[in-house]
């Protein structure tokens, strides 16, 4: 499959911007439940995404790659 589930979450307790690069073009990205239900889409820019994540937020992204 073309698609990727990546789960990653803030640890340190402040919020941040979460800059990823890939190894291969993203056609599509979109934040995700844990039940991979999608939220919202994010816009990538070729391999590399940026994203504000909250304290301790949990983020589950789905990429098309």
């Known amino acids: ?25 993203i056609k599509r990205a979109a934040v995700v439940d844990l039940l991979e239900r999608e939220l919202y889409e994010l816009k990538a820019e070729r391999n590399k995404l940026r994203l504000e994540v909250k304290p301790f937020e949990i983020v589950t ?5």
Do not use: M, N, Y
């Open 1 to 25: 499959s073309d698609e990727v589930i990546l789960r990653f979450f803030e640890t340190i307790g402040e919020a941040t911007v979460a800059e990823l690069e890939l190894f291969r073009v």
């Open 61 to 65: 992204l789905k990429l098309k790659l």
